[in-house]
């Protein structure tokens, strides 16, 4: 059984930087964040898999940075350079597939954490 449970959610202001944690029990190969914001659909933040490789939705490369701690089975997503539209819920995912087709789609994941709050202000 996987288990995924998010921290580090809160309010900044535009400009500002946060760092989300997902901490992580079981077997885990892709993981990855997704996010939700009010009246929208979900969609895909970044993700890695398991040989490493990275993805990252067009509107926050160069601002996040998703990384993995191993040893920790540990998940984080560092954002940088908030935006107000960068407001919603994210959400921690997991996959035991060793790659998964498309690493941005949430039909990839079959594990979810409950979320974390991120609200930035202009």
């Known amino acids: 059984q996987v288990q995924l449970q998010e921290s580090g959610g809160g309010s900044v202001q535009a400009g500002g930087s946060l760092k989300l944690s997902c901490a992580a029990s079981?077997?885990?190969?892709?993981m990855g964040w997704f996010r939700q914001a009010p009246g929208k659909e979900r969609e895909g933040v970044a993700a890695?898999?398991?040989?490493?490789?990275?993805y990252y939705a067009d509107s926050v490369k160069g601002r996040f940075t998703i990384s993995q701690d191993n040893a920790k089975n540990t998940l984080s997503l560092q954002m940088n350079s908030l935006k107000p539209d960068d407001t919603a819920m994210y959400y921690c995912?997991?996959?035991?597939?060793?790659?998964?087709?498309?690493?941005?789609?949430?039909?990839?994941?079959?594990?979810w954490g409950q979320g974390t709050q991120v609200t930035v202000s202009s």
């Open positions: 890695l898999d398991s040989d490493g490789r990275i």
């Open positions: 079981g077997d885990t190969r892709c």
């Open positions: 995912v997991a996959d035991r597939s060793l790659t998964v087709t498309r690493p941005l789609s949430l039909r990839s994941y079959d594990y």
